[in-house]
């Protein structure tokens, strides 16, 4: 199997590349080849037992995207974006990294027609308030957001792409990442991860929003699972509808710092500090709490099913001493 | 008013044009001037009491869309696409046309900056099977053909630059449109039409599928004036979901032969050929039967609710002699 990874140097994209180099087989088959594309150069993958090319280029340029996929890669694993804040700060750079970038891509891959599985990451962000309690397989795309309108557009994209044979394509809504290692990125819903992340790391978190505030999130761990699951499912089972809500977890911020306390004891909320922003607020407002994703399980698809088990796998994956 | 239409010389476009003549008043404003755009030249407008200026170009191409809005229209009536049968069969064009050129469009208004109702005519073909008998305002967009695909993005672009406010925009998706005058165009669709056109006509026609099946049908009539009242409603009262379902009429096709009888008589019916063909069978298992317009028709939308009517308006519209 050749595989090929955009957004590489994205902690998602790092840790399939990671944990793809453990595994060393995906969809049943050996890896012999890996690239990882980003715009910056990605970071080495320590022990790997496959070929490494790492690629560092602009996916929203024209012609780029050729070189990238000039191997014919078998699965493609497309995460590279401008995420949620900066997309709505920078609608230039939006379009033309998030829809100009995988329609480049996506084009490339139909010119050098060997049909590869790929693996789009979408996002919750496609749907927009007002919505039901639980958001339905059924229920319309009506982003509030460019990311979640972007994000829609590659879904279409996607679907006819793979309704066209030109590549089988499988997307996959993408719950709310937590807990996010490292530093905050840009994404309007960082704070999500900041009040576990900061606080395990004995640093002050600021939370933005109320207690009540309820959303829907996956673990890194499950992400990666995702990844590689989508790799490998049957596409004729998933028929025309090629883009899945995955699974995850609903839980109020209230909940979250419940979890924390049990987890890694009352001192560390203490770290959390309230600090309301209405920009944020009505942001949120705006994202999915809960969603039906029975597609996506019947499929196969699991995610987490309590909190505690998010914080305790964030605990051990980072390595962090309580 | 400055009024822009493109897809001028198309058979909406023309009709909404010599409308606009008629009237000279749009949104409740005299006309000034108008811009028809086509990729061929658009037949004059005799006695029209506004300037009209008339542009052939290709919106497909960069930097075409900013010569085509220099006077900085007040209203846009975007309808010039590639149909659904070209589409499917050269994909390239399809994209290029229907998605590149409504996206220099849209982009060349906000660089314009006077942010003008843009009405963009979207379809039925945005829905895909498996749906309910009746597409409910909350069903989401899952086509089955490339037009429907790129008309679906049209969709998202139109409310993410209105959410955005570089301009302020209203999607119709417009039923079937049925009588369709003059020649077939090369939309999948084109039978419906030409099973009462060219019996009335005193020509034959193809009938390529089964009499059970239903569609969902506007008049060329009710279409201008959905576009007229489409330029004219208040866009806060539509709120951030922009696009529209258009009200129509479901009829089957046994139903409309039966109209056509009533209003033309036996002998007319008996010059429809019964020819199945299941390439357009097997389109058309994928369309709409029935759509819940109650959105639309809240905001003031009307059609026909008769298939009679629609008939009639036809034989009177071109001048028909039975």
């Not at 030109?166 to 996010?180: K, S």
């Not at 939370?207 to 009540?212: Q, R, S, W």
């Not at 590689?228 to 609903?250: C, K, Q, T, W």
Request: neutral net charge; charged residues 25%.
């Amino acid at each position: 199997m050749k595989v090929l990874v955009t957004g590489a140097a994205g902690m998602l994209g790092r840790k399939f590349c990671q944990e793809l180099a453990t595994q060393g087989v995906i969809a049943g088959q050996k890896v012999e080849s890996l690239t990882m594309v980003d715009i910056v150069e990605s970071p080495p993958i320590p022990g790997s037992p496959f070929t490494i090319r790492s690629v560092a280029c602009d996916l929203g340029s024209p012609g780029v995207a050729e070189g990238v996929i000039v191997d014919r890669p078998n699965i493609v694993l497309h995460t590279a974006a401008v995420v949620s804040g900066e997309a709505e700060v920078d609608f230039d750079k939006g379009y033309r990294i998030n829809v100009d970038g995988t329609r480049y891509l996506f084009e490339a891959l139909r010119k050098a027609n060997n049909r590869p599985r790929v693996v789009f990451t979408s996002s919750i962000a496609v749907f927009g308030a007002p919505f039901p309690e639980v958001i339905g397989e059924e229920f319309f795309l009506t982003p509030l957001t460019s990311y979640g309108a972007q994000k829609a557009i590659g879904e279409l994209l996607l679907a006819d792409y793979t309704r066209k044979g030109f590549l089988d394509g499988i997307g996959i809504r993408l719950p709310t990442i937590c807990v996010r290692p490292g530093k905050p990125n840009r994404a309007a819903s960082g704070f999500f991860s900041g009040i576990i992340r900061e606080p395990l790391n004995g640093q002050e978190a600021i939370l933005p929003v109320p207690d009540t505030v309820r959303h829907w999130f996956a673990s890194p761990r499950s992400a990666v699972r995702f990844f590689f699951h989508a790799a490998e499912i049957d596409g004729a089972s998933v028929g025309d509808r090629r883009n899945l809500s995955m699974p995850g977890l609903s839980a109020t911020v209230g909940e979250m710092i419940e979890s924390l306390e049990r987890c890694a004891g009352a001192d560390r909320v203490k770290l959390i500090r309230r600090e309301p922003d209405p920009t944020i607020m009505r942001i949120v407002e705006g994202w999915a709490r809960n969603l039906d994703a029975s597609r996506a399980r019947s499929l196969g698809f699991q995610a987490e099913t309590d909190f505690d088990e998010i914080i305790r796998a964030h605990i051990k994956d980072e390595g962090i001493k309580l």
